[in-house]
């Protein structure tokens, strides 16, 4: 029979286990831990017989309150599908100055525009819609199609340059490769133009005539670009004073514009878009240029 031994500093009992000197002690189960436990027992015991709880082969307990999440969670879908069609709806028939005034419809106008965007054009023109060489920065204002909402919306409709059957046209001729200016001509648009956007330098003094240049315009550039250059959204031709470029506007990248000409492209979302997801676009993107830092 083993023979007790009561430790002398706390009077508790001793376990008889021992470990490298150090004994342990037969202190009880602290009153805490005994409260919880019954607590949580008969928390359990409520739970089982008003929540589902247990499983039975192919389906389970109900419970007296017989509540069923995925009947909740399926409700509510279908609640948020309802809303969802109704702004949609909205969106889609009233005039964009009305939902601009609406800012329930304008909040989700812009929270869902930037998800089309990221999705579908971000890859061109960049997640901030700020564009790159060869494609146009959406937010600066300077539209080559124009800038109101039913010319962007158009534009997103049947493209540029696209198969839609209606989609907008717009080429710049390749004055040098096909021989229709010679390059001291060129040289003199370029000394031009880089002066009536504020950008012209030494060089542009030193390798060209502005002046000369400015006839040349006159008789080659300006039907398309107008005669002052400030562009013509009719053709797509951009205004070249404003001081945004597609292509860069150093003089490199401008004589390299007037000698080999440009063909930008973009597809026609028609057929892929729904005609409110283009009008979503569309919001979203004045959203961005009017909101610009």
């Known amino acids: 029979m083993a023979v007790e031994e009561r430790d002398s500093h706390s009077g508790y009992l001793t376990t008889g286990h021992e470990w490298n000197g150090i004994k342990e002690l037969n202190r009880p189960v602290p009153w805490p831990v005994w409260f919880f436990l019954f607590a949580a027992f008969l928390f359990s015991l409520v739970w089982w017989v008003l929540m589902p709880a247990w499983p039975i082969g192919e389906t389970y307990t109900h419970g007296i309150l017989e509540v069923d999440q995925r009947k909740t969670v399926t409700e509510k879908l279908i609640a948020a599908r309802a809303r969802q069609e109704e702004v949609l709806s909205r969106i889609a028939t009233l005039d964009f100055a009305e939902i601009r005034n609406d800012a329930e ?17 971000a890859v061109c023109h960049g997640t901030s819609a700020t564009g790159g060489p060869g494609y146009p920065d959406l937010v600066d204002q300077a539209w080559l199609w124009g800038g109101e909402d039913e010319d962007i919306a158009e534009t997103i409709r049947v493209g540029i340059n696209a198969d839609h059957p209606d989609s907008r046209i717009s080429q710049m001729m390749a004055f040098g490769r096909d021989g229709l200016l010679e390059s001291t001509d060129i040289s003199d ?63 490199q990248s401008v004589r390299e514009t007037v000698f080999k000409g440009r063909t930008g492209h973009m597809p026609s979302w028609e057929g892929r878009f729904e005609p409110h997801t283009i009008r979503i676009l569309t919001l979203y993107l004045r959203h961005l240029g009017e909101n610009r830092e």
């Open 189 to 251: 648009v370029v000394s031009y133009v880089r002066t009536i956007s504020g950008q012209a330098d030494e060089d542009d003094r030193r390798l060209g005539d502005a002046l000369r240049g400015k006839d040349i315009f006159a008789d080659n550039c300006a039907s398309c670009h107008g005669e002052e250059g400030h562009g013509e959204t009719d053709f797509g031709a951009p205004d070249l004073t404003d001081g945004f470029w597609i292509y860069g506007g150093d003089r």
């Open 105 to 121: 419809l304008m909040s989700y106008a812009v929270q869902t525009g930037q998800t089309l965007f990221g999705d579908n054009c």
